[in-house]
């Protein structure tokens, strides 16, 4: 057993950023464990991946290519399964996403191998890998490794590593499936879209966010119009999401978006619980504002404010005009 298999995943013609950023974590072990980096790609329009999927330090695509267009959790499983027993990848890498989520671990009970899910740290490790995810609602990170496992399968958390920019040099290998039996299984009803939503905190430069020290709902409005002044992308804390007084695509956290892109983060009656720090504490800059001196907020902030939001809201107000 030698080398990386990573699984690509795509969805109404378009290549998932986690595919990539698959690739991106491959590459940090690709050394250490030795062997190729293999990328798989399934479906009707498989094909129509691999020039994207085709980034330095991949050595071979493996296309698998199906009938059903759709995604479909047995015909992805059946095709791990065969590509893994084809080319005895040492570790397999499949996106924490809902399509990963539905076949991963039936892969590794089929291969007889390691498995550990929503995987945000790798390492090597004596005994191969060493893979970090997180324990008790996100308030612990455990490590993992697999001894005597000469197969370990991760599903890996989006927006965590990089995903390598350029051309590679992979070369490209049908893999054909015998797939009697499997298809069927599952039936596509069809699409459904979330909420529209204009703003992308993992994107945004700059975030003015939101948590219960705001109060009310009511005050929202007040919030929202000074992060527009400001140029500012409107976050906030799950409870503020939960409430719905902001729509989900404004949550930051574990269980929200990983604000990556982020240089400033302007943190506003904001708690700092661990799971809200999980997607904002590696921002450069960190503005808190919170009238407890010894919120958790406090620890990674770079600048803190103790102080009510609401008065600093009037100052930040007038000085802007
Ligand atoms: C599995 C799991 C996943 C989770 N995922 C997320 C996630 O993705 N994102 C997330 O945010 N949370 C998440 N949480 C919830 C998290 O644990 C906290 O409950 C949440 O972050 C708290 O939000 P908050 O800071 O807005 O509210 P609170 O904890 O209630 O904090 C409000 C803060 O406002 C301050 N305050 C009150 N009034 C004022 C005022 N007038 N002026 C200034 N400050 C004031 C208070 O001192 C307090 O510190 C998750 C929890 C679990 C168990």
Redesign the pocket.
């Known amino acids: 057993m030698s080398g990386i298999l990573i699984v690509a995943e795509h969805t109404r013609g378009a290549l998932a950023d986690l595919s990539l950023e698959l690739i991106g974590a491959a590459l940090t072990l690709k050394e250490s464990l030795g062997g190729p980096l293999r990328a798989l790609v399934t479906g009707e329009t498989a094909e129509d991946f691999v020039s994207a999927l085709n980034r330095p330090g991949v050595d071979e695509i493996l296309v698998a290519k199906t009938d059903n267009p759709h995604f479909d959790a047995a015909v992805n499983e059946e095709a791990v399964v065969s590509a893994a027993l084809a080319v005895r990848p040492a570790l397999i890498l499949i996106g924490h996403s809902a399509s990963g989520g539905s076949f991963a671990a039936a892969v590794a009970v089929r291969l007889g191998s390691g498995f550990a899910a929503d995987v945000f740290g790798l390492e090597a490790a004596a005994s191969g890998v060493k893979a970090t995810r997180g324990a008790y609602?996100?308030k612990v990170n455990v490590e993992l490794d697999f001894p005597d496992k000469p197969v370990v399968v991760l599903t890996v958390r989006g927006a965590t590593f990089k995903a390598p920019e350029g051309v590679g040099g992979a070369t490209v290998t049908p893999l054909a499936l015998a797939l009697d039996g499997v298809k069927g299984r599952c039936r596509h009803r069809g699409f459904e879209e979330a909420p529209a939503s204009n703003i992308d905190i993992g994107k945004a430069e700059f975030i003015l966010s939101?948590?219960?020290?705001?109060?009310d709902e009511k005050n929202v409005p007040r919030f929202a119009a000074l992060a527009e002044k400001l140029g500012a992308t409107l976050g906030?804390?799950?409870?503020?999401a939960d409430s719905g007084w902001l729509p989900k695509p404004h949550?930051?956290?574990?269980?929200?978006k990983v604000a990556g892109n982020c240089k400033l983060y302007l943190a506003?009656?904001?708690?700092?619980?661990?799971?809200?720090q999980?997607?904002m504490k590696h921002v450069e800059t960190i503005i808190a504002?919170?009238?407890?001196a010894n919120?958790p907020?406090y620890a990674v902030a770079t600048h803190g404010c103790a102080?009510?939001?609401?008065a600093?809201a009037d100052a930040l107000e007038r000085r802007i005009g």
């Open positions: 609602g996100g939101i948590g219960r020290g705001i109060q906030c804390s799950r409870p503020v949550q930051v956290g574990l269980t929200g506003l009656g904001i708690s700092g619980a661990v799971q809200h999980h997607g504002v919170n009238t407890d919120a907020i102080m009510d939001v609401f600093f």
